[in-house]
């Protein structure tokens, strides 16, 4: 554990204020705020608890300014919470039992799917759509899935999830970046939890962060929800290509 000293607090609230920024926008948050962490000197656990305590501050605060501005739902959402949930804590168990090595080779594969889908349908999420599901069956088997998912592994599942928003519900990018925090912030409380019971959260860095969390993330979702799919979309594209590039540098070449 590193000397927490004023510097380093005010380097952190800074990633954690631009970690909020991004993620409210398009997700990959952690790209910034997780290798902060590290460079700080936290241990991996410890890095990966103390993100996701700053992270549900951010998620939260996104999710709440998406709502409060009419662009998101917890009435029509209250499926996708609770299916999410379950996933997220089956994910959450999962990830104690088995090696998630197995799954980390694919990710990189679907983003790049996710990422070449939305680069070339040119206008995939800039106006609504009719819904290829019903709420209820896509709640049940979203939830399950990507809730599994970010509890078991994590890395991009807010891209999958606006990504199956958008093309499943037919939402434009600003809706499905509203129904991605809220369901974004219901797999972080479970990961957070898990991580308070194994001691791996650090809480002076991990409030510190989610000061600059939630700022970053009420600017960001405010600017998406002003400006609309023609600014989400460029930053959902850079998002998932860095995120890609992280987990085949972190697969491939370490």
């Known amino acids: 554990m590193p000397i927490i000293t004023t510097d380093l607090l005010i380097m952190l609230f800074i990633a954690g204020l631009f970690a909020g920024l991004v993620d409210s926008i398009a997700g990959g948050g952690g790209l910034i705020s997780l290798p902060a962490l ?6 991996p656990q410890l890095a990966l608890g103390t993100n996701k305590l700053q992270g549900s501050f951010g998620s939260f605060s996104a999710a709440y300014n998406y709502i409060r501005k009419g662009q998101a739902s917890l009435k ?13 804590v089956a994910g959450a168990w999962g990830v104690q039992q088995l ?11 679907l983003l790049i799917v996710v990422f070449f889908y939305t680069l070339f349908s040119k206008k995939f999420g800039y106006l609504d759509q009719t819904p290829k ?52 912030f219901v797999s972080n409380v479970v990961a957070l939890a898990m991580f308070i019971i194994g001691g ?12 600059g969390q939630t700022i970053g993330a009420v600017i960001g979702s405010g600017l998406a929800i002003r400006k609309g799919a023609a600014f989400i979309r460029p930053v959902f594209l850079i998002v998932v290509f860095l995120t890609i ?9 370490t």
Not at 245 to 253: E, G, K, S, T, V
């Open 38 to 43: 590290l460079f700080a000197g936290l241990p």
């Open 76 to 88: 029509d959402s209250g499926k996708g919470i609770f299916f999410t949930f379950i996933g997220a």
């Open 99 to 109: 090696n998630p090595d197995f799954i980390k080779p694919l990710i990189p594969f």
């Open 133 to 184: 599901l019903s709420f209820d069956i896509f709640w049940i088997v979203s939830g399950v899935i990507l809730g599994f998912y970010d509890g078991f592994f994590g890395p991009g599942a807010g891209s999958f999830w606006a990504v199956a928003i958008i093309y499943f519900l037919g939402f434009n990018m600003t809706k499905a970046s509203g129904y991605t925090k809220i369901m974004n």
């Open 200 to 211: 791996n959260v650090c809480y002076t860095v991990g409030l510190v962060m989610a000061v």
């Open 245 to 253: 590039i992280r987990l085949a540098y972190l697969n491939y070449f």
